[in-house]
């Protein structure tokens, strides 16, 4: 596609639920990071993927946060068994590869724990 | 390794020049610039990646001094159109080559 595409686009859900949000990156892009943004807060990194190797998931906050990628297309953040602090703009972005590339932001997935 | 952003905001009349600071507690491999409008994706304006590069997008400029591990954002003559929150994302060397530590951002409003 032409951007990097998120879905759902809003996500309302109980505490204690588990959530699944994807990112469709932009053709040919190797690299693939998801941020967290708090209300007024900064980007905060999570993961990132880069082609076959092993993601970097230095950043992801607990064991109840996973993501996947297949291949070098979608990637899925799973949220499991949500907490009210997990509400928050889930922001996927990719780029060429890793390191020293501009990423390019989807819309990102408004997420809200009730 | 969140690096550190200032001002938190900064209100200007259009035409005005501001400047937006960065610096981190870290060595850099390269520094970032993006802005974000309310409830939009942040968008990519500029990569630094050697001491003392600059570089420029439309009116918008910044330098790179690597060994203060420092980076400043020169908005000149700004527009309306400028207004956002603008965010820096340093990237350090070696195996955090790649994740992209990102400020708290300075909230830009430009007035006619």
């Known amino acids: 596609g032409a951007g990097v595409s998120q879905s759902p686009s809003n996500k309302v859900t109980e505490k204690g639920k588990d959530v699944e949000l994807r990112c469709d990156p932009i053709s040919g892009h190797t690299a693939l990071y998801w941020y967290r943004q708090r209300l007024g807060q900064g980007l905060e990194f999570l993961i990132y993927f880069q082609g076959n190797s092993a993601p970097d998931k230095s950043g992801l906050p607990s064991d109840r946060f996973s993501a996947e990628r297949t291949g070098e297309s979608v990637s899925t953040l799973t949220i499991q068994r949500t907490q009210q602090e997990d509400s928050a703009v889930y922001l996927c972005?990719?780029?060429?590869?890793?390191?020293?590339?501009?990423?390019?932001f989807g819309d990102g997935t408004r997420l809200s724990i009730l | 390794q969140q690096p550190v952003q200032s001002p938190q905001a900064v209100i200007l009349r259009e035409g005005e020049d501001a400047v937006i600071n960065c610096s981190s507690s870290k060595a850099l491999y390269s520094v970032h610039w993006y802005r974000q409008k309310h409830g939009e994706a942040p968008v990519f304006l500029m990569i630094?990646?050697?001491?003392?590069e600059q570089k420029g997008h439309e009116k918008i400029s910044a330098s790179f001094n690597e060994k203060k591990q420092q980076s400043s954002l020169y908005l000149t003559a700004s527009q309306l159109s400028y207004s956002g929150t603008y965010f820096c994302g340093t990237e350090g060397r070696g195996s955090t080559l790649g994740r992209l530590y990102f400020g708290r951002g300075t909230q830009l409003t430009v007035w006619p």
């Open positions: 972005a990719s780029s060429l590869q890793t390191g020293n590339q501009p990423q390019h």
């Open positions: 630094l990646l050697k001491g003392g």
